[in-house]
T-cell receptor, first 116, second 113 residues
Framework: DTGVSQDPRHKITKRGQNVTFRCDPI?????LYWYRQTLGQGPEFLTY????????KSRLLSDRFSAERPKGSFSTLEIQRTEQGDSAMYLC??????????????FGPGTRLTVL | AQSVTQLGSHVSVSEGALVLLRCNYS??????LFWYVQYPNQGLQLLLK??????LVKGINGFEAEFKKSETSFHLTKPSAHMSDAAEYFC???????????FGTGTRLTIIP
């Protein structure tokens, strides 16, 4: 396994611009999760996919946020009209539904977003 | 809904001393519990997990945690701290059928030489 990868690792943008992040899960993991982590806090759940289906979205995910997972492989998270409050680390995790025990989520290194 | 409380946002211990990081959970159904570690500017790495099997769970890097239902606790321990243990530690909970993780606010562990 090469692990979960995320791109870019860092993004600096101006308020009002759109940004898109990419996550590549561990191969053959059918579940993919997005979390947001602000300074001094634990990660907060945003949304998750099983294969290409988006099964749950947090109320934290405003209309400006959209996530996709076409073909059930990589996923993208887009933020439109960014605001300074969007500055955070965006973490992606993946897991396999076939585990006999509860899924273990494996995290990527994160994308740090700074909105100026 | 489930939740996690981590007591102590900062913990300092001397190298070689016992590490104890506290986690209490709230869940209306049997929980799954996790400890993750995060090093600066990195993602989270799983230390150990409890999934209703043995109540004493051993993880990586010499860490272990004990699930105590009566106390709704899942404290993380390590007998002898090492400098490389300095990091942020997060306790998390999920339940079967709702696999999103709910994290605590984290505990920053500092090791004193």
């Amino acid at each position: 396994d090469t692990g979960v990868s995320q791109d870019p690792r860092h993004k600096i943008t101006k308020r009002g611009q759109n940004v898109t992040f990419r996550c590549d899960p561990i191969s053959e993991h059918n579940r993919l999760y997005w979390y947001r982590q602000t300074l001094g806090q634990g990660p907060e759940f945003l949304t998750y996919f099983q294969n290409e289906a988006q099964l749950e979205k947090s109320r934290l995910l405003s209309d400006r946020f959209s996530a996709e997972r076409p073909k059930g492989s990589f996923s993208t998270l887009e933020i439109q009209r960014t605001e300074q409050g969007d500055s955070a680390m965006y973490l992606c995790a993946s897991s396999s539904q076939t585990d006999s025990n509860t899924d273990t989520q494996y995290f990527g290194p994160g994308t740090r977003l700074t909105v100026l | 809904a489930q939740s996690v409380t981590q007591l102590g946002s900062h913990v300092s211990v001397s190298e070689g001393a016992l590490v104890l990081l506290r986690c209490n959970y709230s869940s209306s159904v049997p929980p799954y519990l996790f400890w993750y570690v995060q090093y600066p500017n990195q993602g989270l790495q799983l230390l150990l997990k409890y999934t209703s099997a043995a109540t004493l769970v051993k993880g990586i890097n010499g860490f272990e945690a004990e699930f105590k239902k009566s106390e709704t606790s899942f404290h993380l321990t390590k007998p002898s701290a090492h400098m490389s243990d300095a990091a942020e530690y997060f306790c998390a909970v999920s339940v079967f059928g709702n696999e999103k993780l709910t994290f605590g606010t984290g505990t920053r562990l500092t090791i004193i030489p």
